[in-house]
């Protein structure tokens, strides 16, 4: 299996940038795709952003397409999430999450493995 840990969260002003980092421990880290999930209080957890296991592949929530940038780095065990233009309305907790073999699924169900979060505030 593998274990993840968030980093990077913050709090930014509207119209500022941020990038997350999950960090990768356990299995071959080039064996699962990684997806970004975020959680606002009171909402529903939402697909952000994923990316294949060779990294060649990429997809990404359609409201988010040009602001948000994942990429990942296998000789580090690590993937980004390079957030641009921020909002208010982009604040949330985000997780990281990975699936075995997997393609870059926006549902939430395929991914076995969570980390606990990293808290991003957006000021207004």
């Known amino acids: 299996q593998v274990q993840l840990v968030e980093s990077g969260g913050g709090l930014v002003q509207a119209g500022g940038s941020l990038r997350l980092s999950c960090a990768a421990s356990?299995?071959?880290?080039?064996?699962?795709?990684i997806g970004w999930f975020r959680q606002a209080p009171g909402e529903e957890r939402e697909f952000v952003a994923a990316?294949?296991?060779?990294?060649?592949?990429?997809a990404y929530a359609e409201s988010l397409k040009g602001r948000f940038t994942i990429s990942r780095d296998n000789a580090k065990y690590t993937v980004y999430l390079q957030m641009n233009s921020l909002k208010p309305e982009d604040t949330a907790l985000y997780y990281c999450?990975?699936?075995?073999?997997?393609?870059?699924?926006?549902?939430?169900?395929?991914?076995?493995?969570w980390g606990q979060g990293t808290q991003v505030t957006v000021s207004s």
């Open positions: 356990g299995r071959t880290f080039s064996d699962y795709a």
């Open positions: 999450a990975a699936r075995r073999n997997g393609g870059t699924s926006s549902s939430a169900f395929p991914y076995n493995y």
């Open positions: 990316i294949s296991r060779s990294g060649l592949s990429t």
